[in-house]
């Protein structure tokens, strides 16, 4: 058996898109990533993307909190993804063994912020989680590129 690569998704606020990936690839690739999140700052968990993720099954605020680096620093990251432009261009410094992937989505809570809360902005949500889905069945393959 082969140890899980040890996958930081990192993003701004850690409360949607880094989170959404984490979550997915505990769910769906828990024998190959050993995922972890955080952002260039911590927020909380986004309502609406809880709400989208519970539609799937997956449950963030189970075992997920919005953090950043600072709480992962005894964690050896393998590789970490960038999910969005602002932390691939602040991305703090890592051991020269952790291998940084960009691999950007757009920023749910952004693209909805004029739009009331209902099914219109959950549907921009649905479309960025389904995204972020089709990336983590990538893994770990993708990260080779």
């Given at each position: 058996?082969?140890?899980?690569?040890?996958?930081?998704?990192?993003?701004?606020?850690?409360?949607?898109?880094?989170?959404?990936?984490?979550?997915?690839?505990?769910?769906?690739?828990?024998?190959?990533?050993?995922?972890?999140?955080?952002?260039?700052?911590?927020?909380?968990?986004?309502?609406?993307?809880?709400t989208v993720m519970k539609e799937l099954?997956?449950?963030?605020?189970?075992?997920?909190?919005?953090?950043?680096m600072d709480s992962l620093l005894d964690?050896?990251?393998?590789?970490?993804?960038?999910?969005?432009?602002?932390?691939?261009?602040?991305?703090?410094?890592?051991?020269?063994?952790?291998?940084?992937?960009?691999?950007?989505?757009?920023?749910?809570?952004?693209?909805?912020?004029?739009?009331?809360?209902?099914?219109?902005?959950?549907?921009?949500?649905?479309?960025?989680?389904?995204?972020?889905?089709?990336?983590?069945?990538?893994?770990?393959?993708?990260?080779?590129?």
């Amino acid at each position: 058996m082969t140890t899980p690569i040890k996958t930081l998704f990192l993003c701004t606020g850690n409360s949607c898109r880094s989170q959404m990936a984490e979550a997915f690839a505990r769910h769906l690739k828990p024998d190959t990533l050993e995922p972890y999140s955080a952002g260039v700052t911590a927020t909380q968990l986004n309502p609406h993307a809880v709400t989208v993720m519970k539609e799937l099954g997956i449950d963030m605020t189970a075992r997920q909190t919005s953090k950043t680096m600072d709480s992962l620093l005894d964690v050896p990251i393998d590789v970490v993804v960038t999910v969005c432009s602002h932390a691939h261009e602040t991305c703090p410094t890592f051991p020269a063994t952790a291998k940084i992937i960009h691999h950007g989505f757009e920023d749910p809570p952004h693209l909805t912020a004029d739009l009331p809360d209902g099914e219109e902005k959950l549907a921009v949500y649905r479309r960025v989680r389904d995204e972020i889905k089709d990336y983590i069945l990538t893994l770990p393959d993708a990260l080779n590129d």
